[in-house]
């Protein structure tokens, strides 16, 4: 059984080096959770990607709590949320408060362009490593395909695309596998 | 009484905000023009510094938003109050998702997402890419950090992370 303290711990260190929103923050909590703890496999994580998608609340803190609660139900969720949190909380008080220059220093802010570009590549490797996962046959990169196309084409909403690709799923699963 | 209200308003944004955390920018302007806890130029700060320091960004301008309204304890409130649908809406999914996991038809349905979730991920890639690269220096360095992300890309990010911040003040990004 996972301790608790351990829960804490594992999601403070994944917000305190996620750099922007969700999907920044997809590359340490595959390392965290997937990878060193096996908490979860990549295709849970994509799934609860997927349902914090469509549900309220940012995907960031809807995929902490995803994580607890599988692990240690209600106590867990509550954990992890406050573990993902509590960086933004303490840093975004300081800097408020106390160091409202700090983000005019020039290497403060060299350093986060560099850190924002480094996400980049991050968050492109976690597509590569996760594509093995996600995407089987013929049918996952046409879904893969038409998803991108109506981002990027048709600006639809992220629901939206979720609700496309799970009827397509599901209706060549079921009557066009043959 | 500011904390409930504080708590009120952001607990709306947590519950009405779906998506990232970029989502919740229009619902705080909306609060600049209801209460005076922060200007639309202050919110533009707070974009900025939510953008680049640690933390998903939906929960960092929650925290900057309450401490400009109330302080130190306006930020946790606001915080929490952005936090709490998240936690009860996704405890009581996650029963259910449990219990249906081995469901044929929830498992078809998951397998036509994923790669829908996959091609989001990427294009959300691109949206912090078109912000990170603006000239040929950063795209060069961010082509470099690709290729040594996935040479070695059993290594900790935090590695890279901390390598980023470092090469950023090395070639004065």
Not at chain 2, 5 to 21: H, M, R, V, Y
């Amino acid at each position: 059984m996972v301790g608790y303290w351990n829960l804490f711990w594992t999601f403070f260190k994944i917000g305190l080096f996620t750099f922007g929103g969700g999907a920044a923050m997809l590359p340490m909590l595959r390392s965290e959770v997937v990878e060193k703890n096996r908490w979860a496999t990549d295709e849970e994580l994509l799934d609860y990607y997927s349902i914090g998608q469509c549900t309220p609340g940012i995907i960031a803190i809807n995929t902490a709590t995803f994580v607890g609660y599988k692990l240690r139900g209600v106590t867990g969720a509550v954990l992890t949320t406050f573990g993902v949190v509590a960086p933004s909380v303490v840093i975004i008080t300081l800097i408020a408060s106390v160091l409202q220059n700090f983000m005019h220093n020039p290497y403060v802010s060299q350093a986060f362009v560099g850190i924002r570009i480094v996400v980049v590549a991050l968050v492109a490797e976690a597509v590569v490593e996760l594509w093995k996962k996600g995407v089987h046959g013929r049918i996952g990169l046409f879904i893969f395909a038409l998803s991108l196309c109506s981002l990027v084409f048709f600006s639809l909403s992220p629901i939206a695309v979720i609700l496309i690709a799970s009827t397509t799923g599901l209706v060549y699963l079921k009557w066009g596998r043959k | 009484m500011i904390y409930l209200l504080l708590f009120w308003e952001f607990f709306k944004i947590g519950l009405l905000a779906i998506g990232g955390g970029l989502v919740t920018i229009p619902f705080l302007m909306e609060l600049t023009e209801h209460y005076d806890w922060f200007s639309k130029q202050q919110l533009a700060d707070m974009i900025a510094v939510s953008e680049s320091t640690p933390g998903p960004i939906g929960v960092n301008m929650a925290t900057y938003g309450g401490f400009n309204a109330a302080g130190i304890a306006g930020g946790l409130v606001a915080t929490f109050g952005l936090v709490f649908p998240s936690l009860v809406v996704i405890v009581l999914i996650s029963k259910y998702v449990m219990k249906y996991q081995s469901c044929a038809t929830f498992q078809n349905i998951l397998l036509g997402i994923r790669p829908a979730v996959l091609a989001l991920i990427l294009y959300a890639g691109c949206i912090l890419a078109e912000l990170a690269v603006t000239d040929i220096k950063s795209g060069f360095v961010c082509l470099v950090s690709f290729a040594l992300v996935h040479h070695w890309h059993k290594l900790h990010p935090i590695i890279f992370i901390l390598g980023g911040a470092v090469v950023g003040i090395l070639f004065e990004l």
